[in-house]
């Protein structure tokens, strides 16, 4: 790649499109969408080259909501296919958004949305110890026949709690299957929309590619998407300004600047909760191990203004 080009990565979270302030119809979904870009644009507008990714958390619950409210009626969609379908339903979305948003901003660039596959191994520990909340809520009974009329794994979310969830594999991606395809789309400036929900996760069975019902941690799938284009950038956007050490005590600080050795030893030392931050730094240790440059953590409103080294975390080599 050529050394003055400037390309990322953009992770965000699919409550960048389901607000919690506003009724989670798909109009105002798109609404939501076309608010959020505001961060994105700016980086277009300054050169970079750009592949996005984004979670599908709310989405994702809602259809499988649907597949179970059409059972009996309906054939049942396994989760690697509604993943499948978020991608292409939520990739349209964003595509039209920001095909309408450079429009207004008179930026001429185009804009695709890719349904990819993210390879998994089919040996990875996460399979035989599912942990990753997907879904509605059920009291026990309801869960229990669940489990043994659809082959659901279920459990309380929390110890004591009577509210039961499906829970399912959360394998950590190996590689992106259409990476190449996406690092030459880039390559000719085309913005692609990729690995959505962290893409639809498959394994290779003697030779071929199979489906799994599984979640991929969309931080994981963006530093390896990134990793596969040769991004410089990794840009995750979250719910809060910057990353923090001792999260929610009254010593509480937040990291400017910090270096790949040093969020190393914080992560070590246990500031950065699975259930929270953990999966966002894990993500950029990974992205800055095989060739990233930089990862910025922010919120999706502060985003351009990370970029210039005006908010967020910033974590380099």
């Known amino acids: 790649m050529n050394k003055s080009v400037k390309r990322a990565v953009i992770a965000f979270g699919g409550n960048a499109i389901s ?3 506003r009724e989670d119809t798909i109009p105002n979904q798109f609404n939501n969408t ?6 994105i644009v700016e980086l277009i507008r300054d050169g970079y080259q750009l592949a996005l990714t984004h979670g599908n958390g709310p989405q994702v619950g809602n259809a499988l909501l649907r597949v179970e409210l059409a059972r009996g009626k309906a054939p049942i969609l396994p989760l ?12 349209y979305m964003i595509a039209q958004c920001l095909q309408n948003r450079l429009k207004d901003e008179g930026i001429d660039r185009e804009v695709v949305t890719l349904i990819s596959q ?4 089919e040996n990875d520990p996460a399979f035989a110890d599912p942990s990753k909340f997907i879904g509605q809520f059920y009291d026990k009974d309801k869960a229990e026949k669940l489990k043994i009329e659809m082959g659901w794994t279920a459990t309380a979310q929390f110890p004591g709690d009577k509210r039961w969830r499906r829970v399912v594999p959360s394998p ?19 913005i692609v929309i990729a690995g959505g929900g962290g893409g639809i996760p498959v394994i290779r069975k003697d030779g071929r590619i199979v489906g799994v019902d599984a979640v991929i941690d969309k931080d994981f799938a963006g ?9 410089e950038l990794l840009l995750i956007l979250t719910e809060v300004e910057r990353v923090s050490l001792n999260f929610g005590r009254p010593d509480q600080s937040e990291l400017n600047e910090v270096s790949l050795k040093e969020i190393k030893e914080y992560h070590k030392a246990g500031h950065f909760p699975a259930g929270s931050m953990g999966p966002k730094i894990e993500a950029a240790i990974s992205f800055l191990e095989n060739g990233g440059s930089k990862v910025i953590i922010t919120s999706l409103e502060k985003g351009f203004d990370a970029v210039l080294g005006k908010a967020g975390t910033r974590i380099t080599k």
């Open 172 to 190: 950590r991606p190996i590689a992106m299957v259409e990476s190449a395809t996406i690092r030459n789309l880039v390559s000719n400036d085309t």
């Open 118 to 121: 993210i390879l998994v191994a």
């Open 34 to 39: 076309y608010d959020s870009l505001s961060p």
């Open 19 to 21: 607000n919690r302030d």
């Open 223 to 231: 530093a390896v998407m990134g990793r596969d284009i040769g991004a």
């Open 80 to 91: 690697h296919i509604c993943v499948a379908d978020l991608q292409g339903g939520m990739g």
